[in-house]
Nanobody
Framework: QVQLVESGGGLVQPGSSLRLSCVAS????????TGWYRQAPGKLRELVAT??????TNNADFARGRFTISRSNAHTVFLQMNSLRPEDTAVYYC?????????????WGQGTQVTVSP
């Protein structure tokens, strides 16, 4: 199994930047794709960005040009968020899609709160 711990959230003003970190432990060899998702109050959880173990990235439309996903190694993935807006306020979750042979396992972190407010 893989454990995920997010950090880096906080309260910031509009136009500010934050960098979220997701540190994986456990069976990290099994991780094929890591992603950031977010969930605002009263809304469904939505994809923000993903990065594969090969470094291929994908961003949601709202994230392009403002958010960048990257990885420093097999264990740590970042989400750099620039030009933050109040509508970016949400709990941000790290997700790891893991394969053990043909068996797929989905792992989530506990989330980190991001609040963008004047």
């Amino acid at each position: 199994q893989v454990q995920l711990v997010e950090s880096g959230g906080g309260l910031v003003q509009p136009g500010s930047s934050l960098r979220l970190s997701c540190v994986a432990s456990g069976s990290t060899f099994s991780i094929k794709v890591t992603g950031w998702y977010r969930q605002a109050p009263g809304k469904l959880r939505e994809l923000v960005a993903t990065i594969t173990s090969d470094g291929i990235t994908n961003n949601a439309d709202f994230a392009r040009g403002r958010f960048t996903i990257s990885r420093s190694n097999a264990h740590t993935v970042f989400l750099q968020m620039n030009s933050l807006r109040p509508e970016d306020t949400a709990v941000y979750y790290c997700h790891a899609g893991c394969f053990y042979g043909t068996r797929y396992e989905s792992n989530w972190g506990q989330g980190t709160q991001v609040t963008v407010s004047p």
